[in-house]
């Protein structure tokens, strides 16, 4: 069955660069939402889509920005980076009415800021 | 305001025992709860969800308990194995931010 992808799986960026994180969601599925993880802590929300909208925001700086596009991908955006931005960013999607409770995750991109 | 939490970091278990990890929720209204597994490195996979309208649900070899009177439910895996040494949260869903996680229970499996 198809999954989430995330790509790329691992990235090494240096302070104050940008960075391009990507989502493919389950086909048909049409809400997608970011988290991020450091190390040893929960998942933190960072923002959402649902049928290529924001629809809400979470914990993401500023210096963060995210899209949705016509074929449901979504790609976070992050500039400036810092090292506190290392973590493991991962992105979930929903499915579609009823029982779509339930996220899927992908792999996640494993993102490392020197 | 609302939350959902486990009560232990860290559980460590023999090969080949029951594990059972914990969770606790503060919500009464709380309607739906998933259990999720993650691996080192690897994204959260659904393991079992159960709704309020039920006490107990089973999957393979884990099951869910839901106690509604004090808000708590566990999850039980039978027989553990070296492959479900792993952090596993307890989340609900709900809201624009897709799932509300508790504290991970990471799970020690020991020879």
């Known amino acids: 069955a198809a999954g989430v992808i995330q790509s790329p799986r691992h990235l090494i960026k240096e302070k104050r660069e940008t960075a391009t994180l990507k989502c493919y969601p389950i086909?048909?599925?049409?809400?997608v939402y970011w988290y991020q993880q450091g190390p040893g802590q929960d998942p933190q929300f960072l923002i959402s889509f649902y049928e290529k909208m924001q629809s809400d925001k979470g914990s993401i700086p500023d210096r963060f920005s995210a899209q949705q596009f016509s074929d449901y991908h979504s790609e976070l955006n992050m500039s400036s980076l810092e090292l506190g931005d290392s973590a493991l960013y991962f992105c979930a999607s929903r499915p579609r009415g009823q029982g779509g409770e339930k996220l899927f995750f992908g792999s996640g991109t494993q993102l490392s800021v020197l | 305001g609302e939350s959902v939490g486990l009560h232990l970091p860290t559980l460590s278990v023999q090969e080949g025992d029951n594990s059972i990890i914990n969770c606790a929720y503060s919500n009464s209204a709380s309607d739906y709860f998933i259990w999720y597994k993650q691996e080192s490195g690897k994204g959260p996979q659904f393991i079992i969800d159960?709704?309020?309208?039920?006490d107990k649900r089973q999957g393979q070899r884990v099951t869910v308990l839901l106690n509604k009177t004090v808000k708590h439910l566990s999850l039980q895996i039978a027989a553990t194995q070296p492959g479900d040494s792993a952090v596993y949260f307890c989340a609900e869903p709900g809201g624009a931010d897709g799932l509300t996680f508790g504290k991970g229970t990471h799970l020690i499996i020991q020879p």
């Open positions: 159960i709704r309020s309208n039920m």
């Open positions: 086909p048909r599925h049409d809400t």
